[in-house]
């Protein structure tokens, strides 16, 4: 443990660390590193009830959401990872019979609405000690992270029933689940994307080489010629930094004009998205600092031109999308409408963990 505060462990230090810095980039290897955290704690923390543990958890949340605000990522692994406590402790204090009726019942649509006001009236007693806890824990901590692992493939496996023959597919700079969703459609149906290079980074060049090594016939498009190029697009593909609770995009910056340019020409647009990027949180207009984040602008207005010294000049790196200007949203498990989240948020997350702090 660090000194000042008893929940924050060098291993936690480090990541907050490797995220601020740049060395850990991706949602992938950011959700990896921060499930395997979890799985020292579960394994390794002194702890003898579930109530416990929880409370180590969401301590090792609120550390990452104060030095962490804009990777919503991290607190909604530690939400799962509250959640499957939360299962597995009631599963272990359930009578076998109960466990048959409720295993014999499908998770109806008014049961999902009235856990709530079913919850609150009744809470669960975390304080009991059971001895299979821990092991049970860890073993379906492995198996999130199998599905972590799985997450880009299950996606991948879609795509030959969105992408078809001669169509042309607009995208915006580098996303890795973009990428494996194009390259895994049949090699027959040809068909063209056009990236957009999302000025000012332009990761939209290594988007494009690696679809045109892939024989791909990949085109890269200023920004500015998005609105231009959208009338000959078939669909929209885009990948997302997390998803609202409200079902908008926390996107890269430059989704917004994109997702504007496809609802002017009725063009749908489809966003791929993980199960973990998932979050149960609101934009508020007043929340920018934590919302966004602020990149170099270096390449737009470099320092040393004489204007520099009398201009403000900002490069956010996020966007907001809002949930009317997305069509389908595709994740590990199916396709879903934006007005479908709140239901996978019930799936997902306890509503008693949406808040952290």
Known sequence: MIE??????KELAQLIHDVKVGKLVGSYPISKYMLENLLT???STTWKTADDLMIIVRETGKI???ALPQEAILANIVRRCLKIIREEYDELNMPQQAKQIDDSQAASLQKLVTQNSERSEKRS??????????ENLINHLNEIENEL???????????PEHVHSSEIILTLGYSKSVEKFLKSVPKERKFEVV????????????????????????TVIPDSAIFAYMSRVNKVIIGTHSVLADGGLRAASG?????????????????????????????????????????????????????SNAIKAYAPVFDYVPPELITLFISSNGGYTPSYVYRLLTETYHPDDYELK
């Not at 007693?125 to 821990?134: E, F, K, M, Q």
């Not at 692992?149 to 795509?159: F, I, K, T």
């Open 149 to 159: 692992h799985l997450s880009h493939d299950n996606l991948s496996q879609q795509a």
């Open 255 to 307: 989704a917004f004009t994109v997702a504007l340019a496809a609802k002017h020409h009725s063009t749908p647009v489809i966003v791929l998205v993980p199960m973990f990027k998932l979050s149960p949180v609101f934009l508020c207009n007043f929340e920018q600092e934590a919302f966004n984040l602020v990149g170099n602008t270096e390449s737009v207005l470099p320092y040393n031109t004489r204007v």
């Open 41 to 43: 704690i579960v394994n």
């Open 125 to 134: 007693d975390y304080t009991n000690s059971h001895v299979d806890l821990r």
């Open 195 to 218: 990236v957009a290079e999302c000025a000012p980074s332009c990761r939209g060049h290594m988007l494009a080489q690696s679809l045109a090594n892939a024989k791909i016939d990949a």
């Open 4 to 9: 000042g505060n008893k929940y924050l462990t």
């Open 64 to 66: 990452l959401i104060n």
